[in-house]
């Protein structure tokens, strides 16, 4: 069994501008540094052994200061990255509908399916190399909503309708377990 605590990257300054970064790198925002500061105060006194962050530089940057200071292996993974909008990457986020994206990806970019297959993949991964373990996982809107289909049993349209992003329901993490 492997336990997984999944926590998104702060705030970016596409995100206060509504624009979506999907692979663009991304920057944290004033907003987003003081988030992770604070995020890392609230899970100060949780064990991982291991932090594995999506490659893109707002959920590296978002996971050094999450867990900084602390002895810990941090590795990233391209399998976690956010989907890719394609064309629609670093544009309006009132036009990215991920469910219009389910089956059919985004022009030039993934789908829905896409990401869940690279979470299938990177899920396999941890089984194999991470039995046992508690992972903290720093990523991205899509992954986690995949982790929900792929570990949580959830339909890809209740796992949009349900997302917390809609309810504002934020979370100092989620909490996931492979088994």
């Known amino acids: ?16 501008a509504k624009r979506a970064t999907g692979w663009l790198q991304g920057e944290l925002s004033e907003k987003g540094i003081a988030q992770a500061k604070n995020l890392a105060e609230v899970i100060k006194d949780e064990e991982f052994d291991v932090v594995i962050s999506s490659d893109l530089k707002r959920a590296i940057d978002s996971a050094k200061i999450n867990f900084s200071g602390r002895d810990v292996e941090m590795k990233t993974d391209f399998r976690i ?14 036009l990215v509908k991920y469910e219009e994206h389910i089956e059919e ?3 030039n970019g993934e789908s829905m399916k896409d990401v869940e297959n690279r979470i299938r993949d990177f899920v396999a991964f941890l089984k194999e190399n991470y039995d046992g373990k508690k992972v903290a996982i720093v990523a991205h809107k899509a992954p986690q909503l995949a982790l929900n289909v792929v570990l949580n049993k ?20 989620w909490k996931f377990v492979v088994e």
């Open 1 to 16: 069994m492997i336990e997984i605590k999944y926590f998104v990257h702060a705030t970016t300054v596409d995100n206060m």
């Open 105 to 107: 990806p985004f022009p």
């Open 154 to 173: 959830m339909t890809w349209e209740d796992a949009i309708a349900t997302d917390w992003r809609k309810t504002g329901a934020w979370q100092p993490g």
């Open 81 to 94: 990255r956010e989907c890719n909008y394609g064309d629609l990457d670093g544009k309006d986020s009132a």
